[in-house]
């Protein structure tokens, strides 16, 4: 910023233009979901923000979004457990709200009706999908961040 250089002439203050950084491996996000309303496998990429001590604090914003087929890896584990949900619902009112009440009954909530064990496989299953897409769409995510202003560094560490 460069201000006036004596107290008579007031001058104009110009701001730099600074560009945010992200740093690929740390900021950006993807997170895989079984949407049981809707029968569907989800996917958000997103970018996280950080609060001014530095730590990360909460979503900045979403870069993608997605649907995953039910041939991954994941699908195909719901699918072969019969651990999916009956289907979309074709009315709103159908769609039962997320109260404690039907979170607490196991046809809503898949958590409910597998064991730990099982939870742990999804878990992981989860994780995996989530690194493949984060691999599979690097260069289109890269793209989208530099569009959008962003310098964009591979990892804050290296």
């Known amino acids: 910023m460069s201000a006036a250089r004596d107290a008579l002439s007031r001058g104009i203050v110009y701001y730099r233009q600074m560009k945010e950084v992200v740093a690929y491996s740390e900021d950006l996000h993807v997170w895989v979901y079984y949407d049981q309303t809707d ?7 997103y970018v996280i923000d950080y609060d001014d001590g530095g730590n990360p604090s909460t979503l900045a914003f979403v870069i993608d979004d ?17 651990l999916r949900s009956p289907g979309a619902k074709q009315s709103l009112w159908a769609i039962p709200r997320h109260t404690k009440s039907t979170l607490a009954a196991p046809d809503l909530n ?18 995996k999908e989530e690194s493949r897409l984060k691999a599979k769409n690097r260069s289109t995510w890269l793209k989208r961040l530099k569009a959008l202003g962003y310098d964009v560094i591979p990892s804050a560490f290296y």
């Open 110 to 127: 898949l958590y409910l009706k597998i064991s730990t064990e099982e939870i742990h496989t999804i878990h992981r299953l989860f994780t």
């Open 39 to 45: 029968d569907i496998l989800r996917y958000e990429a």
């Open 66 to 82: 997605g649907i995953l087929p039910w041939e991954s890896s994941l699908g195909s584990y719901l699918t072969k457990k019969n």
